[in-house]
């Protein structure tokens, strides 16, 4: 397992703006897939975006397609996700998530991801 830690949660009014970062320590990440997930009190842990670390490939989930961007910095080993527009239903907690060596067809699968960060609240107001 790696460790993960995010930062850059916090109050925002709606259509502004967050980056949410996710530092990663413990292993080199060359065949890793990194997620961001996040959780609703009350209801299931839901995948928000995914990237491969090697090539940078990336997918979203429909609700985060042209407002949110997944990045990583491979000299700094961290994950990013950019979120622009925010809306009063992004409000969650947001978390982090590394998955060694899983298949690009499994990236919305909570199951692969064995390492997963503390979680950072979003608020985003109305």
């Known amino acids: 397992q790696v460790q993960l830690v995010e930062s850059g949660g916090g109050l925002v009014q709606a259509g502004g703006s967050l980056r949410l970062s996710c530092a990663a320590s413990?292993?080199?990440?060359?065949?890793?897939?990194m997620g961001w997930f996040r959780q609703v009190l009350g209801k299931e842990r839901e995948f928000v975006a995914s990237?491969?670390?090697?090539?940078?490939?990336?997918d979203y989930a429909d609700s985060a397609k042209g407002r949110f961007t997944i990045s990583r910095d491979n000299a700094k080993n961290t994950l990013y996700l950019q979120m622009n527009s925010l809306k009063p239903e992004d409000t969650a907690v947001y978390y982090c998530?590394?998955?060694?060596?899983?298949?690009?067809?499994?990236?919305?699968?909570?199951?692969?991801?064995?390492?997963w960060g503390q979680g950072t609240q979003v608020t985003v107001s109305s």
């Open positions: 998530a590394a998955a060694p060596n899983a298949r690009w067809y499994e990236r919305w699968n909570r199951s692969v991801y064995d390492s």
């Open positions: 990237i491969r670390w090697s090539g940078g490939i990336t």
């Open positions: 413990g292993r080199t990440f060359s065949t890793y897939v």
